[in-house]
T-cell receptor
Framework: GDSVTQMEGPVTLSEEAFLTINCTYT??????LFWYVQYPGEGLQLLLK?????DKGSNKGFEATYRKETTSFHLEKGSVQVSDSAVYFC?????????????FGTGTLLAVQP | KAGVTQTPRYLIKTRGQQVTLSCSPI?????VSWYQQTPGQGLQFLFE???????NKGNFPGRFSGRQFSNSRSEMNVSTLELGDSALYLC??????????FGSGTRLTVV
């Protein structure tokens, strides 16, 4: 079945460092890909999405490109801030079928130190 | 506009009891999905409702059920609670495929 694999955390960085969180997927069909962020004690917030191959999603300095050839959707940010500390989830879903089911990766905890 | 509202935020129940959680989607959104989040299993899909019909169901026992009302509000029910049902239950609403907005969740603790 469809699945998402994320790099294990925690990822600990100093402020202004470059961030990469790896995400690869297995899917039949042509799913959309998402990155969600979860701050302590809160629900999930959509960070960015891409709906087809070669699309680049971007938001708040974060970027991810939908790479069909490598089945990847790696999250990047050029300069992280302490406020970016959170858990990041990669997800796939919405493959054009009649369902809104999302399949999530295990999440990656990011800790940014001042 | 108002986001997805889940009530209650926190809940403590005893093993064997049942519980009902509520989700009010964003106005106009007709799709409501439920997810369970635990440290061990991560985020797992429970079910999705669209226009009062269950459109998809995850791999959970029959103790987990849900429904959606004509105003798109949704409830999920868990009967005969077990310790392992302790989790954060998240609801997401969508206007169309791929546009998911999550609520803050209901933290259920079973003792």
């Amino acid at each position: 079945g469809d699945s998402v694999t994320q790099m294990e955390g925690p990822v600990t960085l100093s402020e202004e460092a470059f961030l990469t969180i790896n995400c690869t997927y297995t899917a039949t069909g042509y799913p959309s890909l998402f990155w969600y962020v979860q701050y302590p004690g809160e629900g999930l917030q959509l960070l960015l999405k891409a709906t087809k191959a070669d699309d680049k999603g971007s938001n708040k300095g974060f970027e991810a490109t939908y790479r069909k050839e490598t089945t990847s959707f790696h999250l990047e940010k050029g300069s992280v801030q302490v406020s970016d500390s959170a858990v990041y989830f990669c997800a796939l879903g919405g493959d054009g079928g009649a369902t809104n089911k999302l399949i999530f990766g295990t999440g990656t905890l990011l800790a940014v130190q001042p | 506009k108002a986001g997805v509202t889940q009530t209650p935020r926190y809940l403590i129940k005893t093993r064997g009891q049942q519980v009902t959680l509520s989700c009010s989607p964003i106005s106009g959104h007709r799709s409501v999905s439920w997810y369970q989040q635990t440290p061990g299993q991560g985020l797992q899909f429970l079910f999705e409702y669209f226009s009062e019909t269950q459109r998809n169901k995850g791999n959970f026992p029959g103790r987990f059920s849900g429904r959606q009302f004509s105003n798109s509000r949704s409830e999920m029910n868990v009967s005969t609670l077990e310790l392992g049902d302790s989790a954060l239950y998240l609801c997401a609403s969508s206007l169309e495929i791929g546009g998911y907005t999550f609520g803050s969740g209901t933290r259920l603790t079973v003792v």
